[in-house]
C-alpha cells in the first residue's frame, strides 16, 4: 500500500477557508515589508517575521494581520496575492478555492472600489490558466469595524463586484459582534437576496451562541471554525440534522490559543457527532501549515484514517460552490484514488459511499446533493 503521504498528494481537493492576506507567503510579506518600510512594524527579515508570527492569543493574531494587510497598498499587490495562492495551492492538488477577500481594508485606505474588483478578476483569469486552480472569491466584514464596514462591504458586493464572487462572510473579532448584530443581520440578509451565499466565521474564539446567531440571524449556509458547538448539545443537534458545513481549520485554532494542542483538537469528535464538517488552513504561511500539511495531521496527529481523509477531501468539494458538474467530476476523482489505495478496506465501500456518506455523485444517504452545501 502506497504511504499515506503519497495518498494525500494525490488526492484531489478543494479549499475553502483560505484569506487572501493570509496566504501571503513569506517571502512576498518580506517584499512587500522592503516596499513599505512605513508599514505598521512587519519585519524584513525571515528570522524576525517568525517571531513576529508567534500570537499570544487572538487579539494579538488580529493585531498582526492588519500590519500585514496594510502593507497591501495597490492593485498589483492584490491580484500577486492571488496568483501566489494559486501557485501554492496548485502545488498540492487543490482544484477549486474560495479565497475570502475583505476589502474594506483596501478601499478604505484609499484603494478605488473597480480597481480593485479588476485586479482580483484578472488575477482569478490568470490563476486558472497559468496553475489550473479555479477561483472564487467571498467577500467578508472584519466584525469589530462595525456598520460602516459592513455597510460598504455590502455596497462593494452589490455595484462593483468581481465576476468569481460567491459569498457574503463576517470574521474578526467575535466578541464585538453583539454591538453590530442589527447592522450585520440586514447587510446579510441583502446579499442573500442579490444571490450571494453566506458564510460567516463562528464559534472559533466564543461560545455557541455565535454559532446560533450565525445560523439564525445571518441564514449561514456554512460556518467557518464552529469548533464550539460542541459546548451545546442542542446546537449539536441542529447541524447535525441540518449538515450545515463547519469549515475546521486544526492549526489556526492552535496558534490562536484557542485549542491547547493539535491532539486536542475536537475535528474527530466533531466527525463522530456526525458533522458535517471540512479540513482548511485559514492563514497558512502565518501558522506554518499548508492545506496538505493539514491533512497529514489529521492522520498522523488525530488519527484519522484514509478513508476519513477522503471523506474530508469530498466534504470540501460538496460544501462548496462549484457547479454541479464540477462537483460531480472531483467527487469521482476523489472515489477513484481512495479506492486505488485501499481505502475500499479501510470503510469506502465499492460503490463509493464513505463512512461520512459520500458517493461519487455527490449524494448522501441523508439525501445531501452535490448542488448544494447543505
Known amino acids: 500500500m502506497e504511504s499515506i503521504e503519497a495518498f494525500i498528494d494525490r488526492l484531489p481537493k478543494a479549499e475553502l477557508h483560505l484569506h487572501l492576506v493570509g496566504s501571503a507567503s513569506v517571502p512576498t510579506v518580506l517584499e512587500l515589508a522592503r516596499r513599505h518600510p512605513d508599514g505598521a512594524g512587519v519585519p524584513s527579515s525571515a528570522a524576525e517575521l517568525a517571531a513576529f508570527y508567534e500570537f499570544r492569543d487572538f487579539p494579538h493574531f488580529s493585531q498582526v494581520y492588519g500590519a500585514v494587510s496594510s502593507l497591501v497598498r495597490e492593485p498589483a499587490d492584490v491580484a500577486e496575492l492571488v496568483l501566489g495562492a494559486a501557485r501554492d495551492l496548485a502545488g498540492q492538488n487543490v482544484r477549486y478555492a474560495e479565497l475570502t477577500v475583505t476589502p474594506y481594508t483596501f478601499t478604505s485606505a ?5 480597481e480593485l474588483t479588476e485586479a482580483l478578476d484578472m488575477a482569478a483569469r490568470s490563476a486558472l490558466r497559468e496553475h489550473g486552480v479555479r477561483m472564487g472569491y467571498i467577500f467578508d466584514i472584519a466584525g469589530e469595524y462595525g456598520g460602516p464596514a459592513a455597510y460598504a462591504t455590502l455596497e462593494h458586493a452589490l455595484t462593483c463586484p ?25 447587510v446579510f440578509g441583502s446579499a442573500i437576496a442579490a444571490g450571494l451565499h453566506s458564510v460567516p466565521h463562528a464559534g472559533e474564539m466564543s461560545g455557541p451562541a455565535t454559532i446560533w446567531e450565525a445560523l439564525d440571524g445571518l441564514r449561514a449556509e456554512r460556518i467557518g471554525h464552529g469548533i ?39 475535528l474527530p469528535l466533531m466527525l463522530e457527532a456526525g458533522l458535517f464538517v471540512t479540513l482548511n488552513s485559514d492563514d497558512p504561511p502565518m501558522f506554518g501549515t499548508t492545506l496538505t ?8 496527529v488525530l488519527g ?71
Do not use: W
Open 228 to 266: 464550539s458547538c460542541l459546548d451545546d448539545p442542542a446546537l449539536v443537534a441542529r447541524l447535525r440534522e441540518s449538515q450545515v458545513p463547519l469549515e475546521v481549520c486544526p492549526t489556526s485554532n492552535v496558534c490562536t490559543r484557542q485549542v491547547r494542542e493539535l491532539a486536542a483538537h475536537p
Open 293 to 300: 500539511e493539514e491533512y497529514r495531521r489529521a492522520a498522523s
Open 110 to 114: 484609499g484603494m478605488p472600489v473597480a
Open 162 to 186: 468581481p465576476e468569481a464572487l460567491t459569498g457574503f462572510g463576517l470574521a474578526g473579532i467575535e466578541q464585538a459582534r453583539p454591538r453590530f448584530v442589527e447592522e450585520f443581520r440586514s
Open 304 to 374: 484519522l484514517s484514509r478513508a476519513r481523509l477522503a471523506e474530508l477531501a469530498a466534504n470540501g468539494v460538496r460544501a462548496s460552490f462549484l457547479d454541479p458538474g464540477a462537483k460531480q467530476a472531483l467527487l469521482a476523482e476523489i472515489e477513484a484514488v481512495a479506492a486505488s489505495s485501499g481505502s475500499a478496506a479501510d470503510g469506502v465501500a465499492a460503490d463509493g459511499v464513505s463512512p461520512g456518506g459520500v458517493s461519487a455523485d455527490g449524494v448522501s444517504p441523508g439525501g445531501v446533493s452535490a448542488e448544494t452545501p447543505t
